[in-house]
């Protein structure tokens, strides 16, 4: 079944360092790829997405490419803030399917 | 702010109790997604509604069940609650056709 890796937490990072957090992908056919973001006590916020292969999404400063050859959809900041600090959860969607598969989420921590 | 809301924000069960948790969709959105997400994981698929008709289902027992309203507001019940349903219950909600997925705050459920 289709299923969302992404790379263990916690990452923790000074003020103004670079982010990259991990996620590669297995489904068959072309999914359309998403990075949400939850921060404590709230729920999910879309924070990008990509729809085909070599889109790249980006958003308050975060960006990820869809990567096809490599299945993967890393998500990378090239200056992080203390309010980043968060868990960010990649996830996809099939075409024409109806459920978000997620990763297991990655804690970052930034520290002033 | 993505316009949907559930209710309660917070919730004590004991086992064998039944619950029902609300979702108010995004304004236009037809279609409404449950997910469950247990404490340090990401997001599981329950079921989804489009049109007030299920429109898939998720790894989850028949006493997980749903209903969605002609003004696409939605319910997620759960019969026979056990300790393992402790959790946060996210509503997403979508327009037709599309594949993003904009989510509530959530409600945190606690089975004792």
């Known amino acids: 079944g289709d299923s969302v890796t992404q790379m263990e937490g916690p990452v923790t990072l000074s003020e103004e360092a670079f982010l990259t957090i991990n996620c590669t992908y297995t489904?068959?056919?072309?999914?359309?790829l998403f990075w949400y973001v939850q921060y404590p006590g709230e729920g999910l916020q879309l924070l990008l997405k990509?729809?085909?292969?070599?889109d790249k999404g980006s958003n308050k400063g975060f960006e990820a490419t869809y990567r096809k050859e490599t299945t993967s959809f890393h998500l990378e900041k090239g200056s992080v803030q203390v309010s980043d600090s968060a868990v960010y959860f990649c996830?996809?969607?099939?075409?024409?399917?109806?459920?978000?598969?997620f990763g297991g989420g990655t804690r970052v921590l930034v520290k002033p | 702010e993505t316009g949907v809301t559930q209710s309660p924000t917070h919730l004590i069960k004991t086992r064998g109790q039944q619950v029902t948790l609300r979702c108010s969709s995004q304004?236009?959105?037809?279609?409404v997604s449950w997910y469950q997400q247990a404490l340090g994981q990401g997001p599981q698929f329950i079921f989804q509604?489009?049109?007030?008709?299920?429109?898939g289902r998720g790894n989850f027992p028949p006493r997980f069940s749903g209903l969605q309203f002609p003004n696409y507001s939605s319910e997620l019940n759960v019969n026979a609650l056990e300790l393992d349903d402790s959790a946060l219950y996210l509503c997403?909600?979508?327009?037709?056709?599309?594949?993003?997925?904009?989510f509530g705050p959530g409600t945190r459920l606690t089975v004792l």
């Open positions: 509604y489009y049109r007030e008709e299920e429109n």
């Open positions: 996830a996809l969607i099939k075409a024409a399917g109806n459920k978000l598969t």
């Open positions: 997403a909600s979508s327009p037709g056709g599309t594949d993003t997925q904009y």
């Open positions: 990509a729809t085909k292969a070599d």
């Open positions: 304004s236009g959105h037809n279609t």
């Open positions: 489904a068959t056919g072309y999914p359309s």
